[in-house]
């Protein structure tokens, strides 16, 4: 998996799901076992702090024998005005193995935008 991501936008208070798949870079492309692992998913300001966070079992499920992971972010977790601290915000996906190892799998900018429902 590349872990040059793209960025992902998405609109204040609504809700916003993507799912990524970890396999070998090998010809047949075999999925990474994810059993037992922890996934982290942080949205972080360019001071480093977090804005937004999901975890394994909190908004991310796994897919161990697929390689998958699923992130779901909630319309709450974005709700209300987009302040200045947005601007410029990043993310990053990291899958902890129980060995202790550590992969950060995604990385990249997080654009929230107002929306023009409120309520």
Same mark, same amino acid.
């Given at each position: 998996m590349?872990?040059?991501?793209?960025?992902?936008?998405?609109?204040?208070?609504?809700?916003y799901?993507?799912?990524?798949?970890?396999?070998?870079?090998?010809?047949?492309?075999?999925?990474?076992?994810?059993?037992?692992?922890?996934?982290?998913?942080?949205?972080?300001?360019?001071?480093?702090? %977090?804005?937004?966070?999901?975890?394994? /079992?909190?908004?991310? +499920? =796994?897919?161990?024998?697929?390689? &998958?992971?699923? !992130?779901?972010?909630?319309?709450?977790?974005?709700?209300? %005005?987009?302040?200045?601290?947005?601007? /410029?915000?990043?993310? +990053? =996906?990291?899958?902890?193995?129980? &060995?202790?190892? !550590?992969?950060?799998?995604?990385?990249?900018?997080?654009?929230?935008?107002?929306?023009?429902?409120? /309520?």
């Amino acid at each position: 998996m590349s872990n040059q991501a793209p960025t992902l936008s998405m609109v204040a208070g609504t809700t916003y799901r993507f799912s990524a798949t970890w396999a070998s870079e090998d010809t047949a492309a075999t999925p990474v076992d994810l059993t037992g692992c922890a996934a982290t998913f942080v949205v972080a300001t360019t001071q480093g702090t %977090a804005l937004l966070t999901c975890e394994t /079992g909190d908004g991310i +499920e =796994l897919a161990p024998s697929e390689g &998958s992971i699923n !992130v779901h972010i909630r319309p709450e977790q974005t709700a209300g %005005a987009v302040s200045p601290e947005w601007s /410029g915000a990043r993310y +990053e =996906l990291r899958i902890t193995f129980p &060995s202790g190892d !550590v992969y950060s799998l995604l990385r990249g900018h997080f654009q929230l935008t107002p929306g023009v429902i409120h /309520g």
